[in-house]
């Protein structure tokens, strides 16, 4: 694995040549991951919490049109929408965050492959970064994950001291990537960045993935799913703001008589009428089934399925939930 | 304003046993009032929701126009009271959010007042057109419209003309 | 605190009520909701500067409202409630959402609570919606409870902000808002955390016709914001929960409040403080003023 150092100032001016080349560049704020027009307003810092929302809206919009149509007497025409082939390069992605493309790509190629996804997905290079945040609701070493993984990424920084970086290169994506701005980096010290990663403190692991799997298919009758249900609001909060849920609705939008357009839209399972079948029977009728879906979903279907866990273990769900239903902690009792 | 050949598009939703009736008499009293306004006839006052002015909005309306029975006249007794009130939030909410107020005007006619009907009509139309088109909804209307163009051309006598499409 | 344990435990064990709603402690600085359904979990109960939640939306749940039925009668709930949340509970029984026999509120007083978890309380962490508060004590409860103490003094900063939006011309002000619910999602959790949006079926999930669109872009987003605000107008008790429930951070009590300023100015109307007197929007006045109508 190849590794260069780039200084402070030089990340600046790598940003600023992003921009200049005509990508969107995209950055961690506060609430979401922000498009950056100048990048010296970009603040890195590895001690920040994580974004409310996650950056799958970048790739997996909440809403996005798939085709549109316009009715004729006999026929109705239609026209694929087409995915703008813009790079985009975000910047400072949390290790939590960077792993969701990984596990997003099971789902987006199992049957049918998602053309808006993987040409959005191909266009995307992320550049991660070292993760010194910790709280009570990260969890990502429970679900296989650290805060300094490069899973996911294409470039990680680690900063080794007060002035620069270290650039991991862990795709080739990633190095074709820099090879146009090869004069902003240095040679690397591999062995600087590995002592300040061993320095970082891990979150404690919580659960164990393979007993929750088993907890799970054995106990999918169990009184506390119920427990939680009560509490639960049903807002698709926590499913929303999630790196890796990826459900969605399929809608029809007239916008006259004749002519409309298809949007996918993001869709929640906590929702009540997620499940609301035309016929008025609803399967999921009660928040406690609901929730019981979301913890099995993430943490055995989808592990059944492609071998890996819906979960990247950023806390987002939890921190943000009105009631403060924490996921940790819920999985971590899924034991006997 | 710029283009001289805008027409406003005004949707008035009226109550079916006053201001519908008073646009009636407008007519065979052979009255003229502007042609930019679409009535929409509903059985009361009370009974338009918001959201059909939302609607209308949405599909371009650059005015609309509430009108009922003078309170007190109301078929219903109370429709038009009850109407008053959440009227009243509405147009303070929309201000808020930046619609200016002549965009969406309320007003009382009886089914005699064929004369006022005409009136109003006639001074919403003027205060549209001097605020011009609804640009700022035209914006929340444009996203993800911007591909229409691209659209193959279609044969115009397979397009289901709007009468037709009922 | 010691009070609300005895008197939770009490209620339970001499079956006046069948649960009690309240908050337990996670760690220093942050509270949970829990229904308590037997006196030996009543000591869980607390209640301090970190008990942000409004419990009265689980009054409205089909479920926690099955709860009271216990052998054929049914038992009354027991909330416990800041004074603001107590306005939640009365604005729900004047719309018959409930009946005031069916609640039992143990009513807190309450010099405000902190804007988010884990801050320190002072008058800088104050949430927004505790500096316009008058109400310190409950206007209705069956116990009243806790210390009363003072409330830090700071400005009324949702306040100063609606004026802000007001000095602005109705093209920025349009623009500021569309910039502000582009953001949104539509996870509703606005919605799930207000307790007066209790429709069995939201406007928005109807879909023949469909008068809100479900999709997130800029016209469906303002759509269900203007709804959103319009139907809680002269209706809203201020307790701030769709804005902290809000993960995209859109400022959605100044819609709130603005509409509560309206209430208050043209109909002298605040809302869930008489259960006595009608609703506003559910009710008329021959009198109300005619302004508005050419």
Redesign the interface.
Known sequence: MDEKIISKQNLVNFCKDIVANGHNLLAPGKTEYNLIQDPSEIVLDTKSKPTKASYKTFVFPKAEPILYYKRGKNDVVMLDAKVDEKKTVIFGAKPCDTNSFNILNKIFNWDYKDDFYNERVKNFIVIGLMCEYSDRYCFCTSVGSSPVSEKGSDLFLVPIDENNYAVRIVTDKGKEFIGAYSKYFTEGAPEKSKAAEEKVKQPEVAFDSKQVHEWLGKNFEHPKWDGVGDLCLSCAQCAFVCPVCHCFDLVDEDYSYTEGRRMKNWDGCQFGHFTLHASGHNPRDIQGKRYRQRINHKFKYYVDKFDEILCTGCGRCSRGCAVSIDIKEIVANCTD | MSDKNWEPKIVAFVCNWCTYTGADLAGTSRLKYPTNVKLIRVMCSGGI???FI??AF??GADGILVSGCH??DCHYN?GN??A?????????????????KGRL????VSASEGKKFVD?VS?VVNDVKEMGPFK?YD???S???T??P???E??K????K?EE?V | MEELKKLAKELLENKTVAAVIGYQQVDDKRTKPIIVTTPEDASKLVFNEYCLNNLAVYLTKARIKNLAKQNGTTLKLGIVAKPCDIHAIVALIQESQLKREDVYIIGMNCHGVVKDYGMDFSGETLATKCTPCDSHKPLYSDSNLGEVKDTPKVSDEVLEKIQAVEKMSHKERFEYFKKEFDKCIKCYACRAACPLCYCQRCITDKTVPRWVESSPHSRGNFSWNVVRAFHLSGRCIGCGECERACPMDIPLSLLNRRMTETAKQAFAYVSGRSLDTPTLVGSYDVKDSDELFM
Do not use: C
């Open positions: 929701d918001p959201v939302l609607k949405e599909r309170p007190n109370a009271f009850h008053r009130r959440r009227w009243t939030f509405f147009d303070e909410l929309l201000e808020y959010l930046g619609v200016e005007q309320f007003s009382w109003v001074k700022s914006e929340l209307n996203e993800f419209m591909k229409f691209d659209m193959p279609i044969d006598n397979m397009i289901i709007e499409a």
